[in-house]
């Protein structure tokens, strides 16, 4: 079955930089897309970033364009998120998910907390 | 681009039905039939419920439904059962020029 392990996450500083994990397996990685959707503490979900099935297109909020960045490794079935010069209100339960039909997020992970804290 | 609007609570007994509404414009919701809906628990990561506005995904109940009438998408829980307890949100793809998608501002279920 579908299986979607995030990790990485911790607390940084704010200004800091983190890079995020999603180890998938279950099914052929390589023919989804892959969002990174994230949940701030007691709020509600966040869309983050989308990469292709094949990295040729990337998609961000706006809240984060230039400063992360997503990007996958079909090889190792993994898919990444770089998060620079990280604020406060970065501060959340990161997850990934697999793109499904009519650009639903059809399967998730279980998530990372990301703290960013002096 | 803000999130789409949902009520921030809705309640019902065990075997009624309740619906949740969803307002989005007609540059999401209402432009593209790409709405769906998540249930979250308590401490969980989001299942999909409903995808492509109406349709269930393998293993997701019948009691729930979707539907979609222009700007605004509602999902449908009937038979309330005390496992639906849970939070709901709902999401659409977007030509905004700031997102590719949207969630909803998300709603609490309670089953009294």
């Known amino acids: 079955q579908v299986q979607l392990v995030e990790s990485g996450g911790g607390v940084v500083q704010p200004g800091g930089s983190l890079r995020l994990s999603c180890a998938a397996s279950g099914f052929t990685f390589s023919s989804y897309g892959m969002h990174w959707v994230r949940q701030a503490p007691g709020k509600g979900l966040e869309w983050v970033a989308f990469i292709r099935y094949d990295g040729s297109n990337k998609y961000y909020a706006d809240s984060v364009k230039g400063r992360f960045t997503i990007s996958r490794d079909n090889s190792k079935n993994t898919l990444y998120l770089q998060m620079n010069s990280l604020r406060a209100e970065d501060t959340a339960v990161y997850y990934c998910?697999?793109?499904?039909?009519?650009?639903?997020?059809?399967?998730w992970g279980q998530g990372t907390l990301v703290t960013v804290s002096s | 681009q803000s999130a789409l609007t949902q009520p921030a609570s809705v309640s019902g007994s065990p075997g009624q039905s309740i619906t949740i509404s969803c307002t989005g414009t007609?540059?999401?919701?209402?432009?593209?039939?790409?709405v769906s809906w998540y249930q979250q628990h308590p401490g969980k990561a989001p299942k999909l419920m409903i995808y492509e506005v109406s349709n269930r995904p393998s293993g997701v109940s019948n009691r729930f439904s979707g539907s979609k009438s222009g700007n605004t998408a509602s999902l449908t829980i009937s038979g309330l059962q005390a496992e639906d307890e849970a939070d709901y949100y709902c999401s659409s793809y977007t030509s905004s020029s700031t997102l590719l998608y949207v969630f909803g501002t998300g709603t609490k279920v309670t089953v009294l």
């Open positions: 007609s540059s999401d919701v209402g432009g593209y039939n790409y």
């Open positions: 998910a697999k793109e499904g039909r009519g650009t639903a997020m059809a399967h």
